[in-house]
C-alpha cells in the first residue's frame, strides 16, 4: 500500500503521481488494475481540451473531479507490485472523499464508464469490478447506452454478440473466437468499419462491405485462416480471451467481446461469467447425462413440450467447450449425443462429435453442463465426488 500526490490525470485509467517516501520527486504514471477506458486521442492538463474515443473524454473528466474532490491525494494498493511493459504501475486507487476511502474503479464500473478487465494476478476486485459492468450493462448506462455518441447505423437492427473462450483441448488462437448474429428477420446490416475488441486494446475492424444478412452470424476466429463471407480472421497469434474457473456466481474471472459501430457506441457485448441477473430461457427444458468410462459421450434430452434451438449454446466438459452448431434443434422429448472423440465431418442431427483425441472425461469424478456462452448453467450432469 502507498500514498501518493497526484499531478495528472492522463485519461480514464490512467494517472501521474508523485510516489510518498521514496526520497525522490520522480512521476510515476499509475494505470487502474482491472478496468478499461477508452482511448484518448489528445492529452491534456486541460480537461477542456481533452479529446478522444467517445466515452474516453467522459471517463477521464469523472476521475478528474474524484482527484479534485480527494484533494490530490490517493492510495495505491496491489497484491503483486510490479510495472507493466510500458513502465507504468499497475495498481488499486482509492481517494479519501466524505471520511472514507473509495475505490475509484468501482465507481468507474458503477456508472458504466469503463469495461472490466480481468486481472488473474491481481484480482482483488474482479468480482466485484465484473458484478458492477454486469449492472450497468443492465441499466443500459454509460459505454452501454447504445446511442451516446448519436443515433449509429442500423440502430433498431437487433445484434446477439457470443465468445469462444474455452475450446476442447489445448488452448490456441485458432480455436477462439467472437461470433456476431443479425437477429431482424428481414433486414440486413452493413458492418463496415464496424469494430470488435476483448477488454484488452486488440480490435478487429470490418472491412468495408463486410454484410450480415437477415438472421445471419458472422465468426471472427482469432487466429489465421482464410477469410470467407461469414467467417473472418484476426490474424492474432496469442489467445486472448480468458477462460472463468467454474459455474457463475463463483468464478472471479472471464472476459467479454465487444462491438462498436463507426460512431463509437458499444452495439452489443457478451461478459461472462454471467453474475447479475442470470437466467435463460432454456433453464428447465433439457436435462444432461453424463458417460465417462469407456466410450465417452454426454446425452442432451428436451424434456420440454416446444422445439429448443441449441446454437448459442455450449457443452462445458470440464476441460473446455463444445459449441453447438447451427441447426442444432432438438424437438421435444429428442435426445442429441454429443461423443467426445470422433470427426465433426461425422456429424448428424442428433449425434455430433467435439472430435477430442483421448481420453478427457475423469473417471474419478467430474461435471457436464450445458450453459449459454455466459455461462449460465441450464443442465448439469455430475458423478464421483464432483456436484453440480
Request: proline share 5%; with cysteine; glycine share 12%.
Amino acid at each position: 500500500m502507498w500514498t501518493a500526490k497526484v499531478v495528472s490525470v492522463n485519461d480514464g485509467d490512467t494517472i501521474g503521481v508523485d510516489l510518498d517516501g521514496d526520497g525522490t520527486r520522480r512521476i510515476y504514471q499509475v494505470r487502474f488494475t482491472g478496468i478499461q477506458a477508452m482511448e484518448e486521442t489528445r492529452y491534456s492538463d486541460d480537461p477542456a481540451k481533452l479529446r478522444g474515443q467517445c466515452h474516453a473524454v467522459t471517463a477521464a473528466l469523472f476521475v478528474h473531479r474524484l482527484m479534485r474532490a480527494g484533494r490530490w491525494r490517493v492510495r495505491l494498493t496491489s497484491q503483486q507490485p510490479r510495472s507493466d511493459s510500458r513502465g507504468r504501475l499497475f495498481r488499486y486507487l482509492a481517494v479519501r472523499t466524505g471520511g472514507r476511502w473509495r475505490d475509484v474503479g468501482q465507481a468507474l464500473m458503477a456508472r458504466g464508464l469503463t469495461l472490466w478487465m480481468n486481472e488473474p494476478g491481481d484480482p482483488l476486485w474482479n468480482d466485484a469490478y465484473n458484478r458492477l459492468g454486469q449492472a450497468a450493462a443492465l441499466k443500459h448506462i454509460g459505454l452501454f447506452d447504445t446511442t451516446t455518441c448519436g443515433s449509429g447505423p442500423a440502430q433498431d437492427i437487433p445484434l446477439k454478440t457470443w465468445v469462444m473462450s474455452d475450446p476442447p483441448g489445448p488452448d490456441t488462437p485458432d480455436g477462439e473466437w467472437v461470433k456476431i448474429q443479425n437477429l431482424d428477420p428481414a433486414r440486413a446490416i452493413d458492418l463496415g468499419r464496424w469494430w470488435v475488441r476483448d477488454s484488452g486494446l486488440r480490435r478487429y475492424t470490418f472491412r468495408a462491405g463486410a454484410t450480415l444478412g437477415p438472421r445471419q452470424t458472422l465468426t471472427v476466429h482469432v487466429g489465421s485462416g482464410t477469410d470467407t463471407a461469414l467467417g473472418l480472421h484476426w490474424r492474432l497469434h496469442q489467445t486472448i480471451f480468458e477462460n472463468a474457473g467454474g459455474f457463475a456466481g463463483t468464478a472471479s474471472d472471464g472476459d467479454g467481446a465487444y462491438l462498436f459501430d463507426p460512431q463509437g457506441d458499444l452495439r452489443s457485448w457478451s461478459i461472462y461469467p454471467c453474475l447479475v441477473s442470470c437466467s435463460d430461457p432454456a433453464q428447465g427444458a433439457l436435462r444432461v447425462t453424463a458417460h465417462p468410462r469407456g466410450v465417452e459421450y454426454a446425452e442432451v434430452v428436451n424434456v420440454s413440450g416446444r422445439p429448443i434451438d441449441l446454437y448459442g449454446y455450449q457443452l462445458s466438459l470440464g476441460g473446455g467447450k463444445y459449441a453447438f452448431a447451427e441447426g442444432s434443434i432438438l424437438q421435444a422429448g429428442e435426445t442429441m449425443t454429443v461423443d467426445v472423440a470422433g470427426s465433426p465431418a461425422d456429424d448428424t442431427a442428433l449425434v455430433r462429435h467435439a472430435g477430442i483425441d483421448g481420453p478427457y472425461l475423469r473417471d474419478s469424478g467430474g461435471t457436464v453442463t450445458v450453459e449459454n456462452f455466459q455461462e449460465t448453467p441450464i443442465a448439469c450432469s455430475a458423478w464421483g465426488m464432483d456436484s453440480c
